[in-house]
Every structure is written in structure tokens, then in C-alpha cells.
């Protein structure tokens, strides 16, 4: 499976962005679907993530409360919406899967190309 990430842009702080990843066949139920970021001159951070068959959902510390995972499995397509933005959320935004839940990227096989996110204070 292929995974293409859309959706980014600039926002205000306080702003919303809602992020796609769309999975270019089927996700099976066995997948985990997880967001990362990455800042420049930053490692690759954990944001997010998704059971695609039970749809348990996982979350830094950072984003609790602000972002929300979601799936659309007739679209193989995940969302992660993300409310009240601050400076500190900008970063290219890229989506991951993997068979094994982890906040390492190390952890997921398969990548998007990342999506830019830039939030203005």
C-alpha cells in the first residue's frame, strides 16, 4: 500500500488544519496508521495514532486535546484534524503504517510524503 499525506498549509495560531492520508488500496485490520512530524533540525516526533480494525487511538502528550484521529475505512483514508494550533506544531507532517504500535518511527514500514503545516503567531 501506498500512502499519500494532503492537507497541510499555513494557519494562524488558534487556527484548525485537518490532514489526510489516503491509503492507495486496502488497509487491513492488523494495520496501525500513525502521524509523525518533523521540524526542521528536529527529530521525527510522534503525533498520532490509529488501530485501523478497532480503531483504539493514541496521542502525544503535546497534541491530547487539540488533535483528533480518525478513520474513514470505506475511503482507506485517515484524518487528523487539529484544533487550536500553536507555533510549536509546525513541521512537515507525514503519515506512517505499520503492523506494531510504537512512538518510533522505526516502528512503521510504509511513509507518505510529508504534508507542510506553518502556523503564524
Known amino acids: 500500500v501506498q500512502l499519500q499525506a494532503s492537507g497541510g498549509g499555513l494557519v494562524q495560531a488558534g487556527g484548525s488544519l485537518r490532514l489526510s492520508c489516503a491509503a492507495s488500496?486496502?488497509?487491513?485490520?492488523?494495520?496501525?496508521v500513525a502521524w509523525f512530524r518533523q521540524a526542521p533540525g528536529k527529530e521525527r516526533e510522534f503525533v498520532s495514532a490509529i488501530r485501523w480494525g478497532s480503531g483504539i487511538r493514541y496521542y502525544d502528550d503535546s497534541v491530547r486535546g487539540r488533535f483528533i484521529i480518525s478513520k474513514a475505512s470505506a475511503e482507506n483514508t485517515v484524518y487528523l484534524q487539529m484544533n487550536n494550533l500553536k507555533p510549536d506544531d509546525a513541521a512537515v507532517y507525514y503519515c506512517?503504517?505499520?503492523?506494531?504500535?510504537?512512538?518510533?518511527?522505526?516502528?512503521?514500514?510504509?511513509w507518505g510524503q510529508g504534508t507542510l503545516v506553518t502556523v503564524s503567531s
Open positions: 506512517a503504517a505499520g503492523i506494531h504500535y510504537g512512538t518510533t518511527h522505526r516502528v512503521y514500514d510504509t
Open positions: 488500496g486496502r488497509i487491513y485490520s492488523s494495520k496501525i
